[in-house]
């Protein structure tokens, strides 16, 4: 048994758990969204490049999975919570075209993770390392920049139409955490153990959010409207935090 750092059935540690379970299951869909989208890719490079991005995304939830055996959790009971929201996320941003399921893997599925990736800051180191290290940046959907700007060369105006498709991945997702965040009280309890009586703690984690979907836009040849996606992505977690100390036992 690997040695946690936490104590079993305190409220950190079912926060914990929680967000493990969530990001397994998040895990776990975006394998099976990426098959799906690697069987119908227009070529051979883009299926090739999909199915890779799908082997991790797999392996992503086989690590959070052993995660959370090595905590004694059960990983279906932990992942079950989620699946509603999670699946009712990818519905709702279902992509209409190839270019839209792109921009999609490229930018929504980066925002998600660099906003999962300031909250494993609040969690005890191990778990922090492990979150980091799946929902770290790789190579892998590097092929997705040249499609989409070759495909603005062609068609200047699909560049105003991918630009709201990314600002709506972002509010989505934004909404899904806090709708689970209100029907998990050890996951919001988690979200709001964080650091608030430093505001600059928390403007600091958010331009690093800020940057990285900065980077994201330009690198694909889109308006840059990033500002006012992470100013609402600070506002959600400050409202969670708040939220979750109002809960607080007496």
């Not at 990426?34 to 086989?62: I, K, N, W």
């Not at 630009?163 to 988690?190: D, H, K, M, P, Y």
């Amino acid at each position: 048994m690997t040695e946690t750092g936490l104590q079993h059935g305190s409220e950190q540690a079912d926060g914990v758990v929680d967000l493990l379970g969530m990001l397994g299951y998040a895990a776990l869909s975006g394998f099976f969204r990426l098959s799906a989208d690697a069987a119908v890719a227009t070529c051979l490079p883009d299926r090739v490049a999909l199915a890779e991005m799908a082997v991790v995304q797999y392996g992503h939830f086989r690590r959070l999975v052993g995660r959370l055996e090595e905590l004694n959790a059960d990983p279906n009971a932990a992942m079950q919570p989620f699946v509603q929201a999670i699946d009712a996320f990818h519905a709702s941003t279902r992509p209409a075209d190839w270019l839209e399921g792109l921009v999609k893997a490229y930018v929504g599925d980066g925002f998600s993770a660099d906003f999962y990736r300031t909250i494993a800051d609040l969690v005890d180191p191990q778990t922090q390392a492990l979150i980091n290290e799946v929902l770290a940046d790789t190579d892998h959907s590097e092929f997705v920049i040249p499609r989409v700007r070759e495909a603005i060369v062609a068609d200047p105006p699909v560049a105003g139409r991918l630009t709201l498709w990314a600002r709506r991945l972002v509010g989505e997702a934004l909404g899904q955490v806090q709708r689970i965040a209100a029907e998990r009280e050890s996951l919001a309890r988690l979200l709001g153990s964080g650091d608030s009586p430093q505001p600059g703690k928390v403007s600091r984690m958010f331009a690093k959010l800020t940057d990285a979907h900065s980077r994201r836009m330009a690198a694909l040849g889109l308006v840059r409207t990033e500002r006012r996606a992470t100013a609402g992505a600070s506002r959600s977690l400050r409202a969670i935090r708040s939220r979750a100390k109002g809960h607080k036992g007496p």
